[in-house]
């Protein structure tokens, strides 16, 4: 007999709580008796200014703080192991389904071989009223299939309000001229390499049966579907990526759930893929919002529909999708999000009390090179501020590496590792982290030049796959 879930939770409850303990105890942030840095006089000992500069860095750090609250109450308040789903109707009686897949047409045999792999997803499930959609800017010649439909982008299409890249082609399908969905109808968006599972399948028929909400999302993990590669430096690359974006699965089960359970709001704003949306409501918020709505057209269109009144909810069941290949697309993937969500928050279109939160969160991102500067300039000018202080401050770091270890478990099947794997892990977590750090500190100081209208694609194919990939057909 297996573990049931909730005991799964509890005892992940229990080590967070007595990681978040053992970490600041060690770390000096949670002191139960004197120590030496309660008695030194920083203004004496470090000087004025080197204090002051000290006391500002230290604040900053506390930009992260809503995140990190959000992230707990999700992985303490929310079951992080939840059962298998079962449909709560027929999947024969659902409304009509469109799953949009938005490709530039780069990666035709990528996008053939998911289309297969997700049309017989949804068939095993049970669903028969429902389409693939591919919109493409250039031509795929998809084989023919009732249930597959491939909308080339018009070279000559402008929006209103010249939306670019990803954002121009979601609002074609949008025009009275090419929606083919009625109000009641809904739309599930994917990436090219987006993977439904049999899972999300049924998380997204429950959520549509429900008829509380107009949108919703749910968890992607990057580890269930490996890339295979020819060249061991990109499969070295591709992996240590993955692990890194174990912190992206986590954010997934704390902040992302907490939000739209508790709040039912994309309050962090949400990502660009497991998109569930009603197609009425699509159309009334629209992705017609120019240029500076189209770096992140995801995110955009999430607090433009908060600040409308529509209602969110979290979607049971994952998907899987593919970390990026190489240390460079990790980086620019990273840089093309911050500027994104920098020109959502900017942008004179939304309210400032709708856009808040997410602005604290992206502010918290834009200084993490100062912030992280604390883990140097702390060891040099020691000084406390306060206990109170000095215990969230550690707080906060001790959260941001669990993030690494619980997205790690919750997306790699460790149950199945032996004791030297077990260890190993540990390093690959380590040098995971350290990267994603100076990563994003990189991308954040890069993030300033260039074109800010340019939408970087990450590599998606890779040659030893393409070979593979060339006979596949959608049938």
Request: net charge negative; glycine share 6%.
């Amino acid at each position: 007999m297996g573990v049931s879930s909730q005991t799964k939770h509890l005892v992940q409850s229990t080590f967070l709580i007595s990681w978040i303990f053992l970490f600041c105890f060690y770390t000096e942030g949670l002191r139960f008796g004197p120590h030496p840095v309660d008695s030194l006089d920083p203004w004496v000992t470090h000087g004025p200014v080197v204090t002051v500069i000290i006391i500002f860095l230290r604040f900053l750090s506390f930009l992260a703080l809503p995140q990190t609250l959000f992230n707990l109450v999700g992985l303490l308040t929310l079951n992080t192991f939840p059962e298998k789903s079962s449909f709560k109707s027929s999947p024969l009686l659902s409304p009509f389904v469109c799953v949009r897949v938005v490709t530039r047409g780069l990666y035709p045999n990528l996008v053939k071989k998911t289309v297969k792999t997700n049309m017989n997803t949804l068939l095993d499930a049970g669903l028969e009223n429902f389409v693939i959609q591919v919109v493409t800017d250039q031509p795929l010649h998809l084989a023919g299939d009732k249930r597959v439909l491939e909308t080339v982008v018009d070279s000559t299409y402008k929006t209103k309000s010249g939306a670019l890249n990803k954002a121009r082609a979601l609002q074609y399908c949008l025009e009275e001229d090419k929606n083919i969905l009625g109000d009641d109808d809904w739309i599930v968006h994917l990436d090219e390499e987006t993977l439904l599972t049999d899972g999300s399948v049924r998380g997204i028929m429950n959520f549509i049966s429900s008829g509380k909400h107009s949108f919703g999302q749910g968890l992607i993990t990057y580890a269930n579907n490996p890339a295979h590669f020819k060249s061991y430096s990109k499969y070295i690359q591709n992996r240590i990526c993955t692990v890194a974006d174990s912190f992206r699965v986590a954010d997934d089960m704390g902040k992302l759930r907490c939000q739209l359970k508790y709040f039912n709001k994309p309050l962090f704003g949400w990502k660009g893929s497991y998109v569930i949306c009603n197609a009425g409501a699509e159309r009334k918020v629209t992705f017609d919002w120019g240029p500076d709505g189209s770096k992140a057209e995801d995110c955009f269109f999430g607090i433009v529909a908060l600040d409308q009144g529509y209602s969110f909810d979290f979607i049971e069941g994952e998907m899987h999708e593919k970390s990026p290949f190489t240390f460079q697309d990790f980086f620019k993937q990273r840089k093309r999000w911050m500027q994104g969500i920098y020109m959502v928050c900017r942008s004179p279109l939304i309210p400032v009390q709708s856009k808040f939160i997410l602005s604290i969160s992206l502010a918290s991102w834009l200084t993490m090179p100062l912030s992280t500067s604390n883990l140097v300039l702390s060891q040099l000018y020691p000084l406390s501020i306060s206990p109170m202080v000095d215990f969230l401050l550690s707080f906060i770091g001790a959260m941001g590496l669990y993030m690494y270890i619980f997205g790690y478990i919750k997306q790699f099947n460790i149950h199945r590792f032996s004791y030297f794997r077990m260890v190993l892990s540990i390093f690959e977590i380590i040098l995971a982290s350290f990267l994603s750090i100076i990563v994003e500190n990189c991308a954040v100081i890069c993030m300033w030049g260039g074109d800010w209208y340019d939408f970087y694609i990450v590599e998606k194919e890779n040659d030893a796959e393409e070979a593979s990939e060339e006979s596949v057909e959608v049938v």
